[in-house]
């Protein structure tokens, strides 16, 4: 008895769309649920929809909770894109994890709960690329290479947006160095991602053009009237 259906029949055929549909889903809705609401309630009792953060990201939830109020709500974004990929690939495999980890990062971007208006995804692109990374290869090198690039970055140029731009930038480039055959549709996946990520920081690098783009402070630059 047969209990896989035939290849290329109408009943795969109809698996295929539903796997495919059921990653997109998956990772578009999870990405869609913005942690920084439970954080903002749970541990400042006040909701951010109605204070005017309902599209907030780490860095503005920075400036009106504070510190650990980012670090809260950046770790579970970061594992919102772990989550995403891990649901894909339970789904679909590999391809799964490609579609539910880009489209979680979409949905960070553009939430349906939020009326399409989001933040970045940076965090959720790097729980992404962590995922990716680790199923690829056995040990993240991409995502360490690809986080020492990060760093790279904000601390010789101070641009947070500009660290972020340059880790979506040369994901495909690192990862298909790395993973090579293996990477299969998360290459493709990475290919969206940088295209998604330049196109979501288009203002940001128009303000660093301008030299109007803000930048971090740290310990030993802080007397430069920053």
């Known amino acids: 008895m047969r209990l896989v259906p035939a290849e290329g029949s109408a009943l795969m055929g109809a698996l295929y769309i539903g796997g495919v549909v059921a990653c997109i889903a998956f990772g578009y809705l999870l990405g869609s649920l ?8 749970f541990g400042f009792r006040e909701d951010i929809r109605a204070a005017g953060h309902a599209d907030a990201d780490a860095p503005e939830i920075y400036r009106a909770y504070g510190r650990g109020a980012a670090v809260a709500v950046s770790g579970l974004r ?10 894909g690939l339970l789904i679909w495999e590999m391809n799964g994890m490609a579609l539910g980890g880009l489209f979680a990062m979409l949905g960070a971007m553009f939430p349906c709960f939020n009326r399409f208006r989001g933040g970045r995804g940076a965090e959720v692109m790097a729980g992404m690329i962590f ?16 986080l020492l690039i990060f760093l ?4 010789g140029t101070r641009f947070l947006s500009l660290g972020v731009i340059m ?11 790395f993973s090579g055959a293996e990477a299969g549709l998360c290459l493709a996946g990475a290919v969206f ?3 998604f990520v330049v196109a ?10 301008n030299r109007k783009e803000p930048q971090l402070k740290f310990p030993w630059n802080r ?4």
Do not use: E
């Open 34 to 41: 913005n942690p920084a609401v439970p954080v903002a309630r």
């Open 78 to 87: 970061f594992l919102q894109g772990v989550l995403a990929c891990l649901g």
């Open 131 to 146: 995922t990716v990374s680790l199923f690829t290869t056995g040990i993240p090198f991409a995502f360490l290479v690809l």
């Open 152 to 155: 790279i970055v904000i601390i």
């Open 167 to 177: 880790t979506g930038v040369f994901y495909p480039l690192v990862l298909q160095m």
């Open 193 to 195: 991602t940088t295209l």
């Open 200 to 209: 979501r920081h288009w203002d940001c690098m128009q303000r660093i053009w």
């Open 223 to 226: 007397d430069k009237g920053d």
